[in-house]
């Protein structure tokens, strides 16, 4: 969010300080990520604190109401230009999105329509798009990047967890040599962290990535990630609480309903989260859970394994997280 408004303020145009996000959507806890963040629960205790982002409708490709996807994306990309247009003129920084959902929707997919439809969007109203890869980067959903699967490349790309592969935390940004050089030629980004450009931090991270190089991880991703899919399809099969089953690679989302016919959530009461969860982590699986509408109800887990999972691991799973369906099955009988 800083390179952006500086690389504005730099050029000449300070009036740039509005940034448009996703509602739902997950980009940080601090302060200023919160306002980018659209998840209630977490928004809530600090309205009063943050700047927030202007909020646009992410795409549903499970409880959309148009005739089809083609449709639900024209008319969510229809909703995103009239919220931008009713902005003050050249007041956008940047549209921010996670190019694939995490904690905050259950893994949501978007497609290459709607991100094609954003980047005409940025490019018409002059702003910059910053894709939040901090989840979905590093190799997780079977390419290095997850833009990579709809071929629109960010402006500024936000990436961090798989870099260190859980052996360091480190985190980064890369922005297009266009962005950056106006920035380093006016006395440099003004930022900077007590702990920024960490050499331990580096050096991990530089290791991991020649690791999933030499090893082949991205492309394990890519394979076993269709087996693993192709397991959770078949349990939701079984299961007519298991309401969608979406995402890629490494990156699986399971959202639970009342009924697979009225896809009716769960009421918030009841925590049908908190039940999977505990009952699979007794069982030792873990799993990831949330709610993907708007943190207020929809409830979900993640299935995001190691990026070197085998298919004999997958198996094993994918038997506990059977046996936690059949356990939590048993809860609403």
Known sequence: ????????????EPQRQRFVSLRP???????????????EPLERPYEDLITPSVKVPSPDFYRFKETDIPAHVEAVLLQTEAAM???????????????????STGARMLNK???????????????????????????????????????VCP???????????????????MAKGDIVDPVQNQGGFMHGHT????????????AVIRAMQDEGVVANVREQGAYLRQQLDALKTRYDFIGDVRGIGFLQGVELVQSQDT?????????????????????????????????VEG???????????????????????????????????
């Open 1 to 12: 969010m800083k390179l952006a408004r500086q690389y504005f303020y730099d050029r000449g």
């Open 25 to 39: 959507s997950y980009h940080g806890s601090t302060l200023g990520a919160l306002g980018l963040t659209g998840y």
């Open 85 to 103: 247009a009713a902005q003050p003129e050249g007041s956008i920084v940047a549209f921010v999105l996670e190019p694939v959902g995490g904690a």
């Open 113 to 151: 329509r709607y991100v094609e439809g954003i980047r005409a969007l940025c490019d018409r109203f002059g702003c910059l798009l910053i894709m939040d890869e901090v989840l979905s980067g590093i190799g997780r959903t079977g390419e290095w990047f997850a833009w990579q699967h709809w071929g």
């Open 155 to 173: 402006d500024i790309l936000v990436l961090a967890k798989g870099m260190g592969a859980g052996y360091y935390p480190i985190a980064g940004i």
């Open 195 to 206: 702990y920024a450009g960490n050499p331990l931090a580096c050096a991990t991270g530089l």
């Open 263 to 295: 896809k009716a959530p769960f009421p918030a009461a009841f925590n049908a989260f908190s039940k999977i969860t505990e009952i699979a982590r007794d069982k030792g699986l873990l799993i990831y859970p949330r709610r993907c509408l708007n943190g």
């Open 299 to 333: 409830d979900h887990f993640l299935v995001t394994p190691p990026l070197n999972t085998t298919p004999a691991e997958i198996d094993e799973m994918m038997l506990l997280l059977d046996q936690a369906l059949t356990e939590f099955g048993q809860l609403l009988s």
